[in-house]
Nanobody, 129 residues
Framework: QVQLVESGGGLVQAGGSLRLSCAAS????????MGWFRQAPGKEREFVAV????????AYADSVKGRFTISRDNAKNTVYLQMNSLKPEDTAVYYC??????????????????????WGQGTQVTVSS
């Protein structure tokens, strides 16, 4: 079992920044990949970013590349999403997720929500224009 708790969401003006955190507990955090997804009202959940178990590999959605950075601190059992230059279209509920499969299978493997074993409850990010 893995428990994931997101925090750091809020209301920010366009062009601003936020840093989301996802604290994990349960199984050994340093052994699995972690992803961030988001879901806007009326839309499907979409991939944002993923990081491998040791932080050595990352992948991003084209829509956030160059603006968002995913990182992790295995000593703190936490994964982060630094979001800069935020746009109104970034408004969504942001979820972190854990994929317990060992290894790294390439960025495209992690873009499907079905690949992940555990999900957090989500944190709202609202970007005003």
């Amino acid at each position: 079992q893995v428990q994931l708790v997101e925090s750091g969401g809020g209301l920010v003006q366009a062009g601003g920044s936020l840093r989301l955190s996802c604290a994990a507990s349960g199984r050994t955090f340093s052994s699995y990949a972690m992803g961030w997804f988001r879901q806007a009202p009326g839309k499907e959940r979409e991939f944002v970013a993923v990081i491998s178990w040791n932080g050595g590999n990352t992948a991003y959605a084209d829509s956030v590349k160059g603006r968002f950075t995913i990182s992790r601190d295995n000593a703190k059992n936490t994964v982060y999403l630094q979001m800069n230059s935020l746009k109104p279209e970034d408004t969504a509920v942001y979820y972190c997720a854990a994929d317990l499969a060992r290894g790294w299978y390439g960025g495209s493997y992690y873009q499907r929500p079905g690949q992940y074993d555990y999900w957090g409850q989500g944190t709202q990010v609202t970007v005003s224009s």
